[in-house]
């Protein structure tokens, strides 16, 4: 079993920045990567980014490019999620998830409970 924490989230206004952080314990050797996902209200849970835990290797979906930085401290079992330039649009509930590296939900087999991220206009 692995268990996920999440942090970091709360209210910003429009152009602000977040960093969020999910700490990872339980059986975490066999971890391939870390991600992100987001779920805004009355929509799917979708893809922000995701990162090789052994390596750094890095993908991000195209909304958040140049906004968003993913990063891990292996020491530490945590992963990071930088945003900067926030908009009303990325509001939503993050979700931190250890799976295969990718860009696709099923992938990831743990999942922690969210942290919700308001972006204010």
């Known amino acids: 079993q ?3 924490v999440e942090s970091g989230g709360g ?7 977040l960093r969020l952080s999910c700490t990872a314990s339980g059986r975490t ?5 870390m991600g992100w996902f987001r779920q805004a209200p009355g929509k799917e849970r979708a893809f ?3 990162i090789r835990w052994n390596g750094g290797r890095t993908t991000y979906a195209d909304s958040v490019k140049g906004r968003f930085t993913i990063s891990r401290d292996n ?3 945590t992963v990071y999620l930088q945003m900067n330039s926030l908009k009303p649009e990325d ?3 993050y979700y931190c998830a ?9 992938q990831y087999d743990y999942w922690g409970q969210g942290t919700q991220v308001t972006v204010s206009s």
């Open 29 to 33: 050797f066999s971890t391939d990567a």
């Open 98 to 106: 250890r799976g295969a590296y990718g860009s696709f939900s099923p």
């Open 48 to 50: 922000v980014a995701s």
């Open 75 to 77: 020491a530490k079992n």
């Open 11 to 17: 209210l910003v206004q429009d152009g602000g920045s």
């Open 91 to 93: 509001t939503a509930v």
């Open 2 to 4: 692995v268990q996920l």
